[in-house]
């Protein structure tokens, strides 16, 4: 069963920590992405990838950077994490033109 | 601006009745349309549309795109409670560009 999965389901961090939300994929997909989603403003993108090594910044990537060392995983850190990051965030990966196959989510909450 | 709207916000209805949600989108370099449902949990993948006129259909879901007004729609017949979600709209556009979502109608199916 193919299938994104991210490393925590919740997780409670406290401002000015470092976080680390990782992602893996199993389906040898060039593309991954990092999306955070809140009420009211949907789907936001943060980063993507096309290929390892490679990144490219999306709408809202003040506050973050991430990391793609190998094709399969994906990472999103938070460098030092604030409470305006509490969030539920989705890793997505895709192949070619194809679509989207979210992972489950991690829901941050920063305090 | 937003890039992909998508109307109603939320809406509730009862069991049996019959739904349409609408996605509109500007015209740029457009390659499809998608649309995804979410529970409590990650987006999954529903319909990838790039022909006009032409219906998808899943049991009691379908969906069809008109590419010279823009929009698509998202019908559910027969509604039931197991339907009660977000449904997101999300326009691709070529060149492998990430997909950009509109902010999702949240449907509420009550017994």
């Known amino acids: 069963d193919v299938k994104v999965t991210q490393s925590s389901r919740y997780l409670v961090k406290r401002t000015g920590e470092k976080v680390f939300l990782e992602c893996v994929q199993d389906m040898d997909h060039e593309n991954m992405f990092w999306y955070r989603q809140d009420p009211g403003l949907g789907l936001r993108l943060i980063y993507f990838?096309?290929?390892?090594?490679?990144?490219e910044k999306g709408d809202i990537p003040e506050g973050y950077s991430v990391s793609r060392e190998k094709k399969e995983r994906f990472s999103l850190i938070l460098e030092s994490a604030s409470t305006n990051q509490t969030s539920m965030y989705l890793c997505?990966?895709?192949?070619?033109?194809?679509?989207?196959?979210f992972g489950p989510g991690t829901r941050l909450t920063v305090t | 601006e937003d890039k992909v709207v998508q109307s109603p916000l939320s809406l509730v209805v009862h069991e049996g009745d019959t739904v349409t949600l609408n996605c509109s989108y500007e015209?740029?370099?457009?390659?499809?349309l998608l649309w995804y449902k979410q529970e409590k949990k990650a987006p999954t993948f529903l319909f990838m549309l790039t022909s006009s006129g032409i219906e998808k259909k899943s049991g009691r879901l379908s969906s069809i795109l008109d590419k010279k007004e823009l929009f698509s729609i998202l019908n559910i017949t027969a509604t039931q409670t197991g339907d009660s979600a977000i449904y997101l709209c999300a326009r691709g556009d070529s060149g492998n560009t990430p997909l950009v979502f509109g902010k999702g109608t949240r449907l509420s199916v009550i017994a």
């Open positions: 997505a990966s895709s192949l070619n033109l194809g679509p989207y196959l």
């Open positions: 015209v740029t370099n457009f390659r499809s």
């Open positions: 990838s096309y290929d390892v090594k490679m990144k």
